[in-house]
């Protein structure tokens, strides 16, 4: 039952993800600029590296994968590739409470109301 509730975790918070994320694009313009191709380039490797250190490291490295994380968003922001189109507060409020409830499930298997 506990494997059960697991799952309906996961399921719960890639459909979070889902719907937060229909709204987010990026995008792959050829810029005039160098370093607009490398800093969107170095925002997806700063933010994979962050999720993988944050999840595999142990405890003492786990500020490496915040501070890959915080740069990969930083990143993100200067080479203006990400392109984020509103969201309706139903869309946001679905995705939390997707991920909330998901991640109660994967942690604990049930969910406390």
């Given at each position: ?22 709204n ?9 600029y ?50 984020l ?29």
């Open positions: 039952m506990k494997l059960l509730g697991r799952f309906l975790g996961l399921v719960l918070v890639l459909l979070g993800l889902y719907v937060l994320g229909q987010i694009y990026f995008t792959t313009n050829v810029s005039p160098w370093w607009r191709g490398l800093a969107a380039d170095s925002s997806v490797l700063c933010l994979t590296s962050g999720i993988i250190s944050l999840f595999f490291f142990p405890k003492e490295l786990k500020s490496l994968g915040w501070i890959a994380m915080g740069l990969g968003v930083l990143l993100v922001f200067v080479s203006s590739r990400a392109v189109q509103p969201t309706s507060l139903w869309q946001f409020c679905l995705s939390t409470a997707s991920f909330v409830g998901g991640y109660q499930l994967i942690t604990k298997g049930k969910i406390n109301l």
